[in-house]
């Protein structure tokens, strides 16, 4: 079964999105649980997906104890791996 929420960890990337300038509402974030693909990569865990809705941008980050995929993300968008730097 997957499931789908929205976790303290997405909120907080929210706000780091909009303190770095960026338009949060820019950004999807999905995290997911029990999901086929995390099985078949071997994580029990979560899979975050971020996406930037202006660009179609997505890429996919595991989640869980001791993965950081918060700040990978974070340093992702400001590296302009999610397109351009349009920034709010």
Do not use: K
Not at 6 to 34: H, K, M, Q, W, Y
Not at 50 to 75: C, H, K, N
Request: net charge negative; hydrophobic share 35%.
């Amino acid at each position: 079964m997957q499931h789908r929420h929205v976790s303290p960890v997405s909120l907080r990337f929210c706000d780091s999105l909009r303190a770095s300038g960026f338009d949060a509402n820019d950004f999807e974030i999905r995290e997911e649980t029990g999901s086929d693909l995390s099985r078949m990569l071997g994580n029990d865990d979560a899979l975050v997906t971020v996406r930037r809705r202006s660009t179609g941008d997505e890429r996919l980050y595991a989640a869980g104890p001791g993965r950081p995929w918060f700040a990978l993300a974070l340093m992702d968008v400001e590296h302009g791996c999610f397109g351009p730097q349009g920034r709010a």
